[in-house]
């Protein structure tokens, strides 16, 4: 983006564009897209202009002035291309939407062949709490080596015939990183999945020393600690882009899926919405459920059925 000088002679201090990073408490990280850091706090006037969203999270693309000291002023902050959020519970019913990230491209879910063993209804969920954000998905089949090409693919060939893409790697043996790299370049990511998968191994693969957060990802979405949303961009150098600390189901909003969006967040179910005999089925058993149909008929598989089955009736 060019930016416009400033009308004011002389006297205006420098004014330079980057990517929130970090946010804390009135304190912003901006990387700078000449590659500076500096420690910004807001304009009093963004504060007012901005009301009733979250002013500026990490991922906003802002415009700053600086000061020699390296601290700075964030004057302007671009609209959104896209925003993940979750919705938080407000007084009178309402909802007060929490933005996590903003310009988020793509969510990475890491799953391994063996060690530990996959379980897919639980990749089911990354999934699912992705399309209901509305953003784009990948799988990662990490650690191959384990188990081969073919046996993998057996697993996870199922994800690519829906239309995600899998990437099959092993961060060990050095396969497949290249692609992940590909992938992560120039994007903002988000990079997550059980824990013991290889995440770390997969990111320090591509940049050595990049360490992010991982929130604790439990299996049930009713136990696990609630841990805090404050996630961190970490810049890529290599092809530039960043990815954010690796957040757990509850952080992807999971939990607050309306039942009646549910089916839709699985992308084979939808073309079948619609084709039910009742307008509020639920899929469950009622009589000419399209969707029920579907799996009859093979269009959906039956362990994709059974994970959309059990987070509708809130089932492990
Ligand atoms: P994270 O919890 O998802 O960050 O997983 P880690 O990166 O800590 O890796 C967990 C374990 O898996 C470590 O012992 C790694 O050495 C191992 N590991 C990671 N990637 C691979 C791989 O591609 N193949 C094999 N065999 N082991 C791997
Ligand atoms: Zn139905």
Not at 184 to 193: D, E, F, K, M, P
Not at 198 to 226: C, D, F, M, W, Y
Not at 231 to 253: S, Y
Request: glycine share 10%.
């Amino acid at each position: 983006m060019k930016l416009v000088p400033l009308a004011a002679p002389d006297a205006a201090p420098p004014q330079l564009a980057g990517t929130v990073m970090r946010a804390r408490s009135g304190f912003y990280t901006v990387h700078t897209d000449d590659d500076g850091t500096v420690e910004c706090q807001l304009r009093g006037r963004i504060k007012q202009v901005r009301s009733g969203t979250d002013l500026v999270v990490i991922g906003d693309r802002v415009h700053l002035t600086a000061r020699p000291d390296g601290s700075g002023t964030i004057e302007q902050v671009e609209p959104r291309r896209s925003q993940f959020s979750r919705r938080q519970p407000g007084p009178r019913g309402s909802w007060k939407e929490d933005v996590m990230v903003a310009n988020l491209d793509q969510v990475l879910v890491v799953f391994a062949c063996a060690d530990p063993m996959p379980h897919l209804r639980m990749l089911d969920r990354f999934l699912v709490a992705a399309e209901h954000n509305e953003v784009e998905a990948a799988v990662v089949a990490n650690k191959v080596d384990l188990v081969g090409m073919a046996a993998a693919r057996e697993i996870f060939s199922g994800y690519e015939m829906i239309g995600y893409p899998v990437l099959y790697v092993s961060a060990r043996e050095g396969i497949g990183v290249e692609g992940f790299a590909d992938r992560l370049a120039g994007r903002i990511s988000v990079v997550t999945g059980p824990s013991g998968v290889g995440k770390s191994t997969l990111l320090n693969a591509i940049q050595p020393g990049l360490r992010i957060e991982t929130a604790e990802v439990s299996e049930s979405l009713h136990k696990g600690k609630h841990t805090t949303t404050s996630a961190e961009l970490h810049p890529l150098v290599a092809g530039g882009g960043a990815v954010a600390d690796t957040p757990g189901l509850r952080e992807l909003g999971l939990w607050q899926i309306p039942d009646e969006a549910l089916a839709w967040c699985f992308p084979e179910m939808r073309e079948h919405l619609g084709g039910c005999g009742f307008n509020d089925c639920r899929h469950l058993g009622e009589p000419r459920c399209a969707i029920r149909a579907a799996v009859a008929s093979g269009g959906v598989s039956e362990a994709r059925y059974e994970s959309y089955r059990r987070l509708l009736l809130n089932e492990d």
